[in-house]
Nanobody
Framework: QVQFVESGGDLVQPGGSLRLSCAAS????????VGWYRQAPGKQHELVTA???????KYVDSVKGRFTISRDNAKRTVYLQMINLKPEDTAVYYC????????WGQGTQVTVSS
């Protein structure tokens, strides 16, 4: 079982930047592909980006060129660097295995608004 704790969300203006962190428990973290998901009000979780154990990445088209995922297996942490944020990026951001397989954490709120 792996548990995730997300942090780093905030209220930012359009065009702003944020860096999210996802700390994972469990000794097998380094073997899993991990994704950042987001959930806007009334919607399902959406996979935004993911990174494999070897470091290969994928992104949904709407965030390409603006979001960067990375991981530090020694720290059991996955990061999401977000630049040029847009109002449509507003959501609660979660991390989980890709595809999801563990309980969802509490998430971290990202609000992009002027």
């Amino acid at each position: 079982q792996v548990q995730f704790v997300e942090s780093g969300g905030d209220l930012v203006q359009p065009g702003g930047s944020l860096r999210l962190s996802c700390a994972a428990s469990g000794n097998f973290f380094r073997f899993y592909a991990v994704g950042w998901y987001r959930q806007a009000p009334g919607k399902q979780h959406e996979l935004v980006t993911a990174i494999t154990s070897a470091g290969s990445t994928k992104y949904v088209d709407s965030v390409k060129g603006r979001f960067t995922i990375s991981r530090d297996n020694a720290k059991r942490t996955v990061y999401l660097q977000m630049i040029n944020l847009k109002p449509e990026d507003t959501a609660v951001y979660y991390c989980n295995k890709d595809p999801p397989g563990f309980p969802w954490g509490q998430g971290t709120q990202v609000t992009v608004s002027s």
